[in-house]
């Protein structure tokens, strides 16, 4: 017998919700910030690069938020100022793509920086509120540099693997309280952090061939799995990584076999 408390029509629906995009001056923040607000969510645009935000807020009508998260208690304060936030969309993510021989301290402190302590702080400050309130969505970006690497991307690649075991372990912790933390983690997508990678067409070939789909995805592609895990669709997921790599951590290599 069908559940008649259940509309599931709606089920993927946001009004009524407030939710913050870390991140939504570019590339898959700005497109999550679209999403959401099609899907019914009030959205606050944040970035380090006000102006970018700005564009995406006046697409869809959103408040915006400077914020530098690498300056010490950015994210605490940004929490205190927005108040009730029922979802946090965090994108911000930077890269040195340098082997490891090649690396400085500087610059791998520079990846763990923002990559893995700016995202603790991001959890602690809005998970504190959540679990206070009882409810909310945490959805952050790991990678399949998460599962898999190649050379050139250690520090970032450490960086994705942490994140997943931060958010799982604030998913254990905040539970019992009703608040879900899960992570996504995409393949190639064409962002501003990947236009090395274009510039160069052998590089950007060999990354497209190696996905069962054979090409890279567009920013777009990814914002259905933001909207899932911020959704009542998705209320028993949490602690979970999300794939959408085109299925890339699914295909071993490119070589086929003889018939």
Do not use: H
Request: hydrophobic share 45%; glycine share 10%; net charge negative.
């Amino acid at each position: 017998m069908k559940d008649v408390s259940m509309n599931y029509e709606k089920l993927f629906r946001l009004d009524g919700k407030r939710a913050v995009v870390l991140g939504a001056g570019s590339g898959i923040g700005r497109e999550s910030a679209y999403a959401l607000a099609d899907y019914g969510a009030e959205v606050v645009c944040a970035d380090l690069k006000f102006g970018f935000a700005q564009q995406t807020a006046e697409v869809i009508g959103a408040d915006v938020y400077e914020i530098d998260l690498l300056e010490t208690g950015a994210a605490q304060r940004a929490a205190k100022d927005l108040g009730d936030i029922d979802i946090v969309v965090l994108t911000a993510a930077t890269n040195v793509r340098k082997r490891l021989l090649d690396y400085t301290r500087e610059e791998f402190d520079q990846v763990i920086a923002l990559n893995l302590g700016a995202t603790f702080e991001v959890v602690r400050a809005f998970g504190a509120g959540m679990v206070e309130r009882k409810r909310g969505s945490i959805i952050g970006f790991s990678s399949i540099r998460g599962t898999t690497v190649e050379p050139g991307q250690g520090p970032y690649a450490a960086t994705k693997a942490g994140l997943v075991q931060l958010f799982r372990t604030a998913a254990a912790e905040f539970g019992p309280a009703g608040v879900r933390v899960n992570a996504i983690a995409p393949g190639v997508v064409e962002t501003p952090l990947t236009a090395q990678i274009k510039a160069n067409p052998t590089w950007y070939e060999a990354y497209a061939s190696k996905s069962a789909l054979g090409r890279w995805a567009r920013p777009s592609e990814i914002v259905g799995a933001v909207i899932y895990l911020a959704s009542e669709a998705s209320t028993f997921v949490t602690g979970s990584v999300l794939a959408v790599d085109g299925g890339w951590t699914a295909v071993d290599g490119r070589f086929e076999p003889p018939s």
